[in-house]
T-cell receptor, first 113, second 110 residues
């Protein structure tokens, strides 16, 4: 069974540009989460989808971040326009039901220069 | 405020036992999880405690005391491959949203 996959693994963009991160959860997992780890700090929650609906987006930093999960399968996280402080590793995780084991992808390392 | 505290780094020799403590202060609590992450890799699930007590899975065990807002991960018979970062994470609501600690870097030496 394929795990959670994220694309790209690395992205280097200039300040002001747009980047779109993609996450393919494990098939059948209704719950999809986005997290971010900024250098040296803890992994922080961004948002949670249940199927195609946003259950909780309280962790989204600002309106430059837009997440979608059309059809309840893969999800995208767009940053537009990117700022220097957006640099970090963006993780996606999925789970079959709440408060059970969550499976993480390997993350997308975003560097904004 | 809400926080999870765990040591930043622990060093131990092969074969030793390491205990990583985690204290938490969160608005809600549904369970405490532990994840392992090797450099550049995905955080990998190790254990989950929703009730007080000790859960044992092979060389790793996890403990929870909800009254003390405290848990720990015990790594026994340390191996070189156990060198990694270990994160405690609290499920702070019924939807499975995690709040993570900053991670503990475990360094295993020969």
């Amino acid at each position: 069974e394929a795990g959670v996959t994220q694309f790209p693994s690395h992205s280097v963009i200039e300040k002001g540009q747009t980047v779109t991160l993609r996450c393919d959860p494990i098939s059948g997992h209704d719950n999809l989460y986005w997290y971010r780890r900024v250098m040296g700090k803890e992994i922080k929650f961004l948002l949670h989808f249940v199927k195609e609906s946003k259950q909780d987006e309280s962790g989204m930093p600002n309106n430059r971040f837009l997440a979608e999960r059309t059809g309840g399968t893969y999800s995208t996280l767009k940053v537009q326009p990117a700022e220097l402080e957006d640099s970090g590793v963006y993780f996606c995780a999925s789970s079959q039901s709440m408060n059970t084991e969550a499976f993480f992808g390997q993350g997308t390392r975003l560097t904004v220069v | 405020g809400q926080s999870l505290e765990q040591p930043s780094e622990v060093t131990a020799v092969e074969g030793a036992i390491v205990q990583i403590n985690c204290t938490y202060q969160t608005s809600g609590f549904y369970g405490l999880s532990w994840y392992q992450q090797h450099d550049g890799g995905a955080p990998t699930f190790l254990s989950y405690n929703a009730l007080d007590g000790l859960e044992e899975t092979g060389r790793f065990s996890s403990f929870l005391s909800r009254s003390d807002s405290y848990g720990y991960l015990l790594l026994q018979e340390l191996q070189m491959k156990d060198s990694a970062s270990y994160f405690c994470a609290v499920s702070a609501d019924s939807w499975g949203k995690f709040q993570f600690g900053a991670g503990t870097q475990v360094v295993v030496t020969p």
